[in-house]
């Protein structure tokens, strides 16, 4: 199969990680027989250096002529002062819009080999696999803002609206991603107070007819960031609206040890959209530290969900088990005084467990 690839390294840390996904997803497509092309074009701040827009033009129209898009990561402080849609992160938001990718999945699972990194009792952290299925197009991140009047006395509105076809969508995903999983939906909302919650409620609970072999539920999304701490092992699929989404994958993330290594895929559109779910880190940026497993575990996320390649995908998660199971680290994994490699050095290890696990595809007709 040829798979072809827009990469958008991004800012910070994003072309470190990325150049090592890139190189893991080679060593697979090789080990695998598939012809691996990549497109490298600009996002987020690198964009806005060369072109003064954090989403060009061709950076969307390459996206939009290719199986899938990698990104590293956008965001960078000198651009904090600037406008709204000059930010590097709109061009994020703006990249989700045109490829249509309304759902976002972000999972969090505790590897036993991370269970001490994280700050929870290994106790209470053991065996969580959490599926958390974000809205990523509606909500408050795209609903009508403004702020008018005087400063001191200028007033700020952002909205959030959610239409019936919009919850039904996202919820049948939630629903499917269960069967394969638990068979367990909790449905995170605020419908003691939202009406988007109340609709959301509905509707998911509609959607959950068609799903009886699922088990769902409804929490509130206070009482759903307490369960997150107090009993992250009883989630299977978190299913929420967005800017909850947002909030809630970064605490499981927490939860589990490490942001580093999530990856996450947004899918439902047009063309799927990886990335790890960690920032652009500015502060490491070149210096050969970042972790880039949760850019390597997006693309076996990419592999799985925009080409249907599970066996690929599974070679790279357990290629990534097996090097934390020997004990390797990147610095943010490493304990205090525990010896820790770098980025390069990891995505290394990474690509020879593929190549020694699963020995070139190529055939010597003889
Ligand atoms: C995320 C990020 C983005 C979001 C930012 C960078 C716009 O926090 O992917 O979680 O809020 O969606
Ligand atoms: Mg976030």
Redesign the pocket.
């Known amino acids: 199969m040829v798979i072809k690839l827009a990469l958008l390294p991004g800012d910070g840390i994003g072309p470190e990680v990325v150049a090592q996904a890139r190189l893991v997803l080679e060593a697979a497509c090789e080990a695998f027989g598939h012809e691996l092309q990549t497109r490298e074009m600009n996002i987020g701040g690198a964009a806005l250096l060369a072109s003064e827009d954090p989403l060009p033009r061709e950076t969307v129209a390459g996206c939009l002529a290719s199986g899938a898009v990698l990104l590293g990561?956008?965001?960078a402080p000198r651009f904090d002062a600037y406008p709204p849609a000059k930010r590097?992160?709109?061009g994020?938001?703006r990249l989700?819009r045109e490829l249509g990718v309304f759902a976002?999945l972000?999972p969090a699972v505790c590897l036993p080999s991370l269970e001490a990194l994280s700050p929870l009792r290994p106790e209470i952290v053991r065996h969580s696999d959490i599926m958390i299925v974000?809205e990523?197009l509606g909500g408050l991140?795209f609903g009508e803002r403004s702020t008018e009047g005087e400063t001191g006395s200028r007033r700020a509105r952002d909205s959030m609206a959610y239409a019936e076809p919009e919850i039904e969508r996202i919820a049948r995903v939630a629903f499917q991603l269960a069967r394969a999983r638990r068979k367990k939906v909790t449905s995170v909302d605020k419908a003691n107070v939202l009406d988007c919650s109340r609709l959301w409620r509905e509707v998911v609970g509609r959607v959950g007819g068609d799903f009886l072999d699922v088990e769902l539920s409804h929490m509130y999304v206070d009482s759903a960031a307490m369960a997150l701490v107090a009993r992250p092992s009883e989630f299977d699929v978190i299913l929420t609206e967005?800017?909850f989404?947002?909030i809630l994958?970064?605490q499981a993330g927490a939860v589990v040890g490490s942001l580093g290594l999530l990856p996450?895929a947004s899918i439902g559109g047009k063309v799927g959209l990886y990335?790890p779910?960690h920032?652009s880190a500015p502060d490491i940026a070149g210096q050969d530290l970042a972790n880039p497993l949760g850019a390597i575990l997006s693309s076996a996320m990419l592999l799985r969900h925009s080409f249907q390649l599970e066996p690929e995908a599974l070679a790279i998660e357990s290629a990534v088990r097996e090097v934390l199971g020997a004990g390797k680290r990147t610095r943010d994994l490493a304990a205090s005084g525990q010896a820790f490699i770098g980025t390069r050095e990891m995505g290394k290890l990474i690509v020879g467990r593929i190549r020694t696990s699963r020995p070139a595809a190529h055939t010597s007709g003889c």
């Open positions: 990561a956008v965001g590097p992160e709109s994020l938001l989700r976002n972000r974000r990523l991140y967005n800017m989404g947002d994958s970064d996450s990335e779910i920032g």
